[in-house]
């Protein structure tokens, strides 16, 4: 049995070692300066794949580092609600990711991101970091290559990956409603 002097030493013993542990490994809270770069990370992604397809490049290959490189597919579950979904609305694999991208495996899909887009800019409306998780709500708006800008509003989920990199695991946009 524990008595008062050992129940208090082992308390902080073990917040030390958490303490310890934590300046080692370092925080997994998110901030807001990852989320940001997370966001301008996508945006070039989507730029990239573009340019791959419009200079005859492997922009399919770009399309998967994309999400490899940015999505928590395989390490969490993903909620993704893209654009120009319609009859399939939602891309819960990797597979079906990649397809809404470039086209592929769901029909309606022409390929997003090989539009292709000249530049994507994040106007974020608000963003909530809660520790090891960040929501960012807003508009981003995709310039097409005769420099006309195309609004769409957007959700974004931001967790830490097991590789220490902010991944997205929840992506809803769509286009705004027309005012009547």
Same mark, same amino acid.
């Given at each position: 049995?524990? +008595?008062?002097?050992?129940?208090?030493?082992?308390? =902080?013993?073990?917040?030390? @070692?958490? #303490?310890?542990?934590?300046? $080692?490994? *370092?925080?997994?809270?998110?901030?807001?300066?990852?989320?940001?770069?997370?966001?301008?990370?996508?945006?070039?992604?989507?730029?990239?794949?573009?340019?791959?397809?419009?200079?005859?490049?492997?922009?399919?290959?770009?399309?998967?580092?994309?999400?490899? +490189?940015?999505?928590?597919?395989?390490?969490?579950? =993903?909620?993704?609600?893209? @654009?120009? #979904?319609?009859?399939?609305? $939602?891309? *819960?694999?990797?597979?079906?990711?990649?397809?809404?991208?470039?086209?592929?495996?769901?029909?309606?899909?022409?390929?997003?991101?090989?539009?292709?887009?000249?530049?994507?800019?994040?106007?974020?409306?608000?963003?909530?970091?809660?520790?090891?998780?960040?929501?960012?709500?807003?508009?981003?708006?995709?310039?097409?290559?005769?420099?006309?800008?195309?609004?769409?509003?957007?959700? $974004?989920?931001?967790?830490?990956?097991?590789?220490?990199?902010?991944?997205?695991?929840?992506?809803?946009?769509?286009?705004?409603?027309?005012?009547?």
């Amino acid at each position: 049995m524990m +008595n008062k002097k050992t129940t208090i030493f082992a308390a =902080v013993a073990v917040l030390a @070692t958490a #303490a310890s542990a934590n300046a $080692f490994f *370092g925080s997994d809270k998110l901030t807001k300066e990852e989320v940001l770069q997370a966001q301008e990370a996508w945006a070039q992604g989507i730029v990239t794949i573009g340019k791959a397809k419009l200079d005859g490049g492997d922009y399919r290959t770009a399309a998967k580092k994309h999400i490899e +490189n940015l999505y928590a597919y395989g390490e969490t579950p =993903v909620l993704f609600k893209p @654009t120009k #979904a319609v009859q399939d609305q $939602f891309r *819960g694999t990797f597979d079906e990711a990649l397809s809404y991208f470039v086209g592929g495996i769901v029909p309606e899909d022409a390929g997003f991101a090989i539009n292709p887009w000249t530049a994507v800019r994040f106007e974020n409306e608000g963003m909530m970091i809660d520790d090891d998780s960040a929501t960012a709500m807003g508009n981003y708006y995709f310039t097409t290559l005769d420099g006309t800008e195309v609004k769409v509003e957007y959700t $974004f989920g931001y967790v830490r990956g097991d590789d220490g990199n902010v991944r997205i695991n929840v992506h809803h946009s769509s286009v705004p409603y027309p005012a009547s």
